[in-house]
């Protein structure tokens, strides 16, 4: 049996569930299965999607993975139980019209091949008959000792021994039965309550888990934190889990599939097997289904705040021309620093020692007030390590006394990873390790996407509870975050680092080695055309990554722009038309644009120059604006030039911060303390909606110096 779905239902049911068109979807699906990535679809196929977006995009492809999976999965059951010559006609009907691998595994667990319990036991010694009997509940005299008399010998020693065997069996069909066990499981999920509590000997001397001491909420309403926390609670043995539901949502749909008669000598058989079947097998089961559903939410859940957040860090504003001086802070070490130019370029390496046990705060003061008049440096970065406030201290006494010079706490998550790396060693091979670590502080200012990309971004520090998660699913959306961002950035394809460019659409890591290779052995690349002279980079890699990729200093200004080469002759003509060029001043592109636009309109326009409005619309972006960076619209980072510390802080005091992560429960803001503040979830108003990277007001709520925690109110207000 063909287990894939025709295309035309699988494209109607995609499109049912994501509330989209089908055409749409079949649309995408064609381009995905031709090789299409989705940055190129999103951004240079919209006449054909209807203009999807990547998040549509990727959930379309999701989504058929899904649907793949399913019908894998039916077929394989379907095979099992025709094996199992088992397979009617209404039961083949069931299975194919299952729409979730729940149903799916509802439908086969009957069937399935199981450990030896109970139940395979009787049926062994020939009680399925019996279990039978006292199931069809019969309204005759006939007593239950006197059916199981005749079940009695060999293995089945008395009367007691084949009632009980053939009670075992129906309490396995209870709990097999699909619809019993879908009824119930949805039951519990609406209305059964889960519950924590600590156990007696068990340790908690952080008081990490506090308040899942003494637990309980409805599951409906348990949120995907709780539930991470609680399983990491129970993991570590501090508490313990159940689920408890009341005895009508669990008996009604059992007694409605095996109805007791109380007409029938062997209803008492049946109420027990129920009793015994409901507390020792489909409980449990149901129990672990509704902790498996809520971990499979949370877990999904966590991994969009995850992509949410690093999406948010990736897109931060780079600090385009500032000569850097980067600092990795420590105490017994020292601290490492390095110099870098407005291109990343390293200019000067140094350590110094101003904290204990050398305490040399005099020299490390010269020696950066030197390395800053010797390389008109603009701005001090500070990892955000250990003895990173002792070291802002220092910052802040030496860009007191100069406006020229800030400082800024710059998140140092995953740098000594990444200065141990094969990559870094490649870009800096004659830095000692600890060094490389402060270049690559610097460097995170100056343009973080190119510099975050070379993280492990499970190491970046954002989000919740992402250790607890499936690695495979952090990487897949971490690599699905990375490219969406770098794509919508753009490339410049002769400064980028392999790493960089592997998340171009279209290149990938092999093909990334190859272009720096040949732009190392031929030097710079002086037009997108010049790509397809790169070894294995064919025309649909070309097709795929040129817009991508940007040549800034190429003949041809279209190069540097985001328009696709397959436009430029729509771009030329829309130019011919405006009656502008390349030396033409912004403002004067601009208006003769606006002009041409007026004029003739978007789809007359499009039409004349052989483009949908779509494509179009975006050509006019990039030749009114050509380049652009999108990180450029977003609020640049907080610079400093003085230092606070907890002691300083007071309710009601006014701060400007950094959002660093955003979780379920609130936003962890950076407002230049050691600890960053948290602004509660109940702080923040309905129509906000911070992010990471986000500059916010906030006011100070309180300061609990004892446990380093401090409380925050959105704004002014």
């Known amino acids: 049996m063909n287990s894939r779905m025709a295309p035309q239902k699988q494209s109607a049911q995609i499109a049912t569930t994501l509330k989209l068109k089908p055409a749409q979807v079949a649309a995408a699906l064609r381009l995905l299965e031709d090789g299409n990535t989705v940055p190129f679809i999103a951004r240079y196929r919209k006449e054909v999607t209807g203009s999807l977006d990547e998040s549509q995009l990727r959930q379309i492809d999701s989504e058929r993975a899904r649907l793949a999976n399913l019908e894998d999965r039916r077929s394989t059951i379907l095979d099992r139980i025709r094996e199992q010559e088992q397979l009617t006609s209404a039961l083949a009907a069931s299975i194919n019209a299952a729409d979730t691998l729940t149903a799916l595994e509802d439908l086969y667990q009957p069937y399935k091949r199981k450990r030896r319990t109970r139940a395979s036991t009787a ?28 079940f009695v010998g060999g293995a089945v020693g008395s009367v007691d021994d084949a009632l009980a065997g053939a009670r075992d069996i129906i309490a396995e069909r209870i709990s097999d039965n699909p619809d019993v066990r879908g009824t119930v499981r949805e039951k519990a999920l609406r209305y059964g309550t889960l519950t924590a509590e600590k156990i007696k000997k068990a340790q908690d001397e952080r008081g990490t888990y506090t308040r899942y001491y003494d637990f309980r909420n409805r599951v409906s309403r348990v949120r995907p934190h709780q539930t991470l926390a609680l399983n990491r609670a129970e993991a570590e043995k501090v508490v313990r889990v159940r689920l408890e539901l009341e005895e009508r949502d669990w008996l009604k749909p059992i007694t ?19 009793a015994d079947s409901a507390k020792r097998l489909l409980l449990p089961a149901i129990e672990r289904d509704v902790r498996r559903a809520l971990t499979e939410e949370a877990e999904q859940h966590a991994v969009e705040v995850f992509a949410e957040n690093l999406r948010g860090l990736l897109s931060q504003p780079p600090l385009a021309e500032q000569v850097v001086i980067g600092i990795d802070p420590g105490y017994r070490t020292g601290c490492k620093i390095a110099v870098t130019d407005t291109t990343g370029k390293v200019l000067d390496t140094a350590n110094i020692y101003p904290h204990p046990p050398q305490k040399q705060w005099k020299q490390a003061l010269k020696t950066i007030s030197a390395l800053a008049e010797r390389h008109a440096a603009t701005l001090i970065a500070i990892g955000n390590g250990t003895a990173s406030r002792e070291t802002e201290q220092l910052a802040a006494e030496i860009t007191s006394e100069r406006d020229d010079l800030h400082y800024l706490i710059v998140n140092e998550a995953g740098a000594s990873v990444y200065s141990a790396s094969e990559l870094a060693r490649d870009e800096m091979p004659d830095l000692d390790v600890t060094l490389r670590g402060a270049v690559s502080i610097a460097r995170r200012v100056q343009d973080p996407l190119a510099e975050l990309v070379k993280i492990d971004p499970k190491s970046i520090g954002v989000g919740l509870y992402q250790h607890d998660l499936s690695p495979s699913d952090l990487d897949t959306a971490a690599t699905d975050v990375i490219e969406e961002v770098v794509n919508r950035v753009g490339v410049e394809v002769n400064t980028a680092s392999p790493a960089l460019l592997a998340y171009v ?18 030097g710079a690349f002086t037009s997108r055309g010049a790509l397809k002279t790169v070894s294995g980079l064919g025309p649909k890699s070309f097709e795929q990554s040129a817009g991508f990729l940007r040549v800034r200093d190429s003949a041809n200004p279209l190069d540097a722009s985001a328009i696709h080469p397959e436009s430029y002759t729509a771009a030329q003509q829309v130019m011919t038309l405006a009656k502008i060029d390349g030396e033409t001043t912004l403002d004067n592109r601009q208006a003769a644009l606006h002009a041409l636009r007026d004029k003739i309109g978007w789809q007359q326009l499009a039409d004349k120059v052989g483009v949908g409005v779509p494509t179009l619309q975006d050509i006019f972006e990039q030749l009114v ?42 936003a962890f803001v950076d407002v230049g303390v050691k600890q ?42």
């Open 123 to 150: 049926m062994e010694q020939g009680l399925a008959p019996l279990a039978d009997i006292i199931q069809s509940q019969p309204t005759d005299s006939t007593s239950a000792q006197q059916h199981a008399r005749s």
């Open 505 to 522: 659409a279209g290149i990938g890591q092999k093909l990334s080695q190859n272009i720096v290779a040949q732009r190392d052995q031929s």
């Open 625 to 666: 604006r050509p380049g652009r960076d999108p990180r450029e619209d977003l609020p640049a980072p907080v610079l400093r030039s003085d230092v606070l510390t907890m002691d300083d802080l007071k309710p009601g005091m006014l701060l400007r911060g950094t959002v660093r992560n955003v979780v379920d429960f609130g």
């Open 676 to 717: 960053d503040g948290l602004l509660h979830v109940s702080e923040i108003p309905s129509h906000a909606a911070p992010a990471v990277g986000d500059v916010i007001d906030v006011k100070i709520k309180s300061v609990d110096q004892q446990r380093g925690r401090i409380g925050l109110k959105w704004g002014a207000s």
């Open 256 to 274: 409605a599939e095996f109805r007791p008669r109380r007409n029938s000598a062997l209803h008492a058989q049946l109420e027990e097997a129920i």
